[in-house]
């Protein structure tokens, strides 16, 4: 391909709180700018629509991860080394260590408690009629679930949610988000490598699955200590914002509940519906590792690419009616929210399963939301909601 | 057309089996099937093995003209 054009340039600030609580016309504009946009005020290339965005994702030995995630430097330096911020042979292999039993097919075994939990909770929320679908839904499930899953010791879970918040906003550009988040995200490191230091973890989690890989000289205990980390940060927060996510769109989309009520199996197809139009991740960025171009247009080597999930999943080139929440949409599979490929989201197959437990426990219980009060939690990285209030009506 | 599955990299999602049943099943341990294997797919297929190949959420399904 020829690579005469040069890159259009966008002046906005993409992370401002404005563009954060409605950041879809900044990415329509850069869409339409092209395929590739030299961001002024973050000193990176935006890839914003579908094809390209997903061409960098599957080209990783082009567009690598290490040095490359966020968009400042103390953050990449702080995360090089986990599975996140890594590359290649490397990469492949603490994913392995990190990654092989959270596959669908090793959490096979977890379906049944995954389900029992969250039909006791949605039974219980149903009674009260009114509730917060974060704190008291989307909050509940995964805490009650993943914590132990991964087998972190008791003290310092109340931090867990502060610090992979933490942690994402320091993905941003240096902003003052991430400015505050970075000594959280000391604090979280240093429990990480407490963990690792004392063995403290329950027998049997993941969390001693990589101790034990430890143990066995397949990894180091400073490997051990990054890869931690790849627990710490993502396994929470991601859920939680598709599930409120998901309560809000159901709640001003009744025809959409309707459909899922008639026929459940639409369930697997409206999560991703879910992570397509309310993307729980942003952006992640990498860096060219050499001379290289996106959609004709040429990034040099050393250039810091962003890849807006949350843009693509909108782009009027791929989907139609991209603005529009439509569970029965046959490509919402294509949707980019858990990366792909090398780097795409190890933890999805529980998350998927979290939040489809969830929908199936309140499509056989709720007919109706109603939506009180809601408001934004603003971070860098994660779209999602603080508060969702809704009053739910049921059939008796 | 073929599809050539790495199968190391496959983690047992089953997005391709949802898209394409007659082309891609996960036995009772979860582990891919793919119908085709070595074979060019039968025209009446081409469409949704397309389809399934392109909804793998870890890119183990290669698409080969």
Known sequence: ?396 | MKIEVDYKRCEGHGLCEDQAPDVFELDDEGDLIYQFEGQDVPAEHQTAAARGAAACPVAALRVVQ
């Open chain 1, 1 to 396: 391909m020829t690579t005469t054009e040069t890159a259009p340039t966008y002046s906005g600030d993409i992370y401002t709180d404005a563009a954060l609580l409605e950041p879809y016309e900044d990415y329509r504009a850069l869409r339409e700018l092209g395929p590739a946009v030299w961001l002024e005020k973050h000193g990176a290339y935006a890839v914003a629509r579908y094809d390209e965005a997903r061409a960098v994702l599957m080209d990783s030995d082009t567009f690598r991860s290490a040095n490359g995630i966020a968009l400042n430097e103390p953050a990449n330096e702080a995360i090089l080394g986990c599975t996140l911020a890594s590359d290649g042979e490397l990469h492949a292999h603490l994913r392995q260590v990190v990654a092989h039993r959270l596959t669908p097919r090793a959490l096979r075994p977890m379906k049944d408690l995954v389900r029992e939990r969250a039909d006791e909770l949605v039974a219980e929320l149903v009674e009260r009629r009114s509730f917060d679908a974060v704190a008291d839904l989307a909050r509940a499930l995964p805490l009650s679930i993943v914590p132990d899953f991964i087998g972190w010791p008791q003290e310092g879970r109340e931090h867990l949610l502060r610090w992979a918040g933490a942690n994402f906003d320091s993905f941003g550009p240096m902003n003052e988000r991430a400015q505050r988040a970075m000594p959280q995200c000391g604090e979280m490191a240093a429990f990480g490598a407490e963990v690792v230091r004392t063995g403290n973890v329950l027998p049997g989690s993941l969390g001693a699955g990589v101790l034990e890989a430890r143990d066995k000289g397949e990894v180091t205990t400073e490997q051990t200590m990054m890869l931690m980390l790849d627990y710490l940060a993502p396994s929470l927060d991601t859920t939680i914002s598709a599930v409120g996510s998901a309560i809000w769109l159901f709640s001003q989309h009744p025809d959409q509940w309707d459909l899922l009520r008639k026929d459940p199996s639409l369930i697997p197809n409206a999560v991703n519906e879910i992570v397509r139009i309310e993307s729980p991740i942003r952006a992640f960025g990498r860096l060219a590792n050499e001379d290289t171009e996106i959609g004709g247009v040429p990034i040099p080597a050393g250039s810091r690419v962003l890849v807006i999930y949350a843009s693509a999943n909108r782009d009027e080139r791929k989907f139609e009616r991209p603005d529009e929440f439509d569970v029965t949409r046959r490509d919402a599979v294509h949707q980019l929210g858990f990366g792909l490929g090398d780097h795409g989201c190890a933890g999805q197959g529980l998350a998927r399963m979290e939040t489809e437990s969830l929908l199936h426990a309140l499509a056989q219980r709720v007919t109706r939301f109603h939506l009180g009060e809601t408001e934004r939690a603003l971070n860098n990285l994660i779209r999602a909601f603080g508060t969702v209030r809704v009053t739910v009506d049921t059939e008796d």
